[in-house]
């Protein structure tokens, strides 16, 4: 299985909401990533975890608060946004961060995420 | 610190053209080099990669080599088909820093029939 999957596939909330995003893989990655993505923009890394442990916190708003549960699935929690956090948020995976290995990222196909 | 620049877009080409996305990369070292795709709705997919100066990487008729006295990892396809419509991003990465991957600006390619 060399496959990210990302759940759900489009996502409208109002700002008063609370959701997750979710993300899956299978291919025994000790990485893993959550990436923001504005229209015709490159991805914006948001947070890195190593071997389920946070590593990288790219000054992030509180409103969004990542969680590894083990090392296949990572969510996003998401509360009280704003409009300007609409985006299409992008999952991806690494086999070993830091370790001197190419790190090739794997993504998954993200979700698109509408605040009204 | 380590950065990607690249070409600006869009490119609009007709079927069967031939494809340059220019890329060059600010960095010390030896960062591996990588191409995603992201075809529209979708997430980014990787092309193609290089891990270390000379090397070519090559996937569906794209190739690029990392040119290290240019600090270079130019995209090219001889014939490019409308299919292959999308954003191209390049990418610098390092094992030392955690996976974390500089992107180029993304480069629009619009094939027409």
């Known amino acids: 299985d060399t496959e990210v999957t990302q759940t759900p596939k489009h996502l409208v909330m109002g700002m008063t909401n609370k959701k997750s995003l979710k993300c899956e893989q299978h291919?025994?990655?000790?990485?893993m990533y959550w990436y923001k993505q504005k229209a015709k923009k490159p991805p914006e890394l948001m947070f890195v975890y190593s071997y389920e442990k946070l590593s990288i916190n790219e000054s992030v708003p509180s409103r969004f608060s990542p969680e590894c549960p083990n090392s296949s699935l990572l969510n996003l929690h998401l509360h009280a946004l704003q409009p300007e956090d609409s985006a299409l948020y992008l999952c991806a995976s690494s086999q070993s961060p830091g370790q001197g290995v190419n790190n090739e990222q794997f993504f998954g196909p993200g979700t698109r995420l509408t605040v009204l | 610190g380590d950065s990607v620049t690249q070409m600006e877009g869009p490119v609009t080409l007709s079927e069967e053209a031939f494809l340059t996305i220019n890329c060059t990369y600010t960095a010390t070292g030896y960062p591996s080099l990588f191409w995603y795709v992201q075809y529209p709705g979708e997430g980014l997919q990787l092309l193609l990669k290089?891990?270390?100066?000379?090397d070519k990487g090559s996937n569906k008729g794209f190739e690029a080599t990392y040119r290290k006295e240019t600090t270079s990892f130019h995209l090219e396809k001889g014939s490019v088909q409308v299919s292959d419509s999308a954003v191209y991003f390049c990418a610098l990465g390092r094992g030392s820093t955690l996976g974390r991957l500089y992107f180029g600006r993304g480069t629009q390619l619009t094939v027409w029939p």
């Open positions: 291919m025994g990655h000790r990485a």
């Open positions: 290089a891990t270390k100066a000379d």
